[in-house]
């Protein structure tokens, strides 16, 4: 099953959108308001990628990305925002997004994007097991990291961040490197969303964030698993 919601107020570009992902062969939810959308997800529990608008009537798309990762750390989260609002992105990021397409978008830019998240929420992992580095431990079977023996709550893209770094212990990673390796090669995004997501996976696991000691920066380069 590969469901999307999309949410969207205004109706054409939401019928726009739905069509081009109906086409593409997902089965779309639709949501004209974000009250709507939480309420379409709960009815739609397996719903694997969200399409968020940021601008709408009530509660906005920051919000609705909020409450939906408040329960769902698992689904795939897509921002829609408006041209030139670049704050937007990082805002939206910072709620727990995992990516964003700026208007206007073509329909192939969008379905790359909602094809990768999908992707990376199928959770078909041929390597079951685990990987332990103190204080983490990350269960790849079920997609779940511990540190000190207490459930860290991660985004998929966080995950697959965290799985590469512990898989490259020492190793210093470029940007454009992590972004292939968590994005994919397909990926047309910009080497922001790299720093932007790590920023946010520090402050779920590093002891004090401003002073990383376990993702650490290797200046003008990328970040670096050490400590
Ligand atoms: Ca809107």
Redesign the pocket.
């Known amino acids: 099953m590969k469901k999307v919601l999309v949410l969207?107020?205004?109706s054409s570009i939401r019928s726009f959108i739905v069509i081009n992902l109906r086409r593409a062969g997902y089965e779309v939810v639709e949501a004209e308001t974000g009250e709507e959308a939480l309420e379409k997800l709960d009815h739609h529990r397996d719903t694997r990628v969200a399409l968020l608008?940021v601008?709408?009537p009530g509660i906005d798309g920051f919000e609705v990305c909020r409450r939906i990762r408040a329960t769902n750390p698992h689904i795939g989260i897509i921002m829609l925002t408006a041209r030139a609002q670049e704050m937007d992105k990082v805002t939206g990021l910072m709620t727990g997004a995992d990516d964003y397409v700026t208007k206007p978008f073509s329909p192939a830019e969008l379905t790359a994007r909602v094809d990768a998240l999908m992707r990376r929420s199928g959770g078909n992992e041929a390597n079951d097991g685990e990987i332990r580095q103190e204080p983490f431990l990350l269960n790849t079977r079920n997609r779940t990291l511990e540190k000190n023996g207490q459930r860290v709550k991660l985004t998929q893209v966080e995950y697959a961040i965290m799985k590469m770094f512990m898989e490259n212990p020492g190793k210093a990673l470029s940007r454009e490197e992590i972004l292939d390796m968590v994005w994919g090669r397909d990926y047309f995004g910009e080497l922001k969303i790299v720093d932007v997501n790590i920023r946010r996976l520090r402050l779920k696991i590093e002891d004090n964030p401003t002073n990383p000691t376990y993702i650490t920066t290797v200046w003008g380069y990328g970040y670096k698993w050490g400590f």
């Open positions: 969207e107020d205004e608008d601008m709408l």
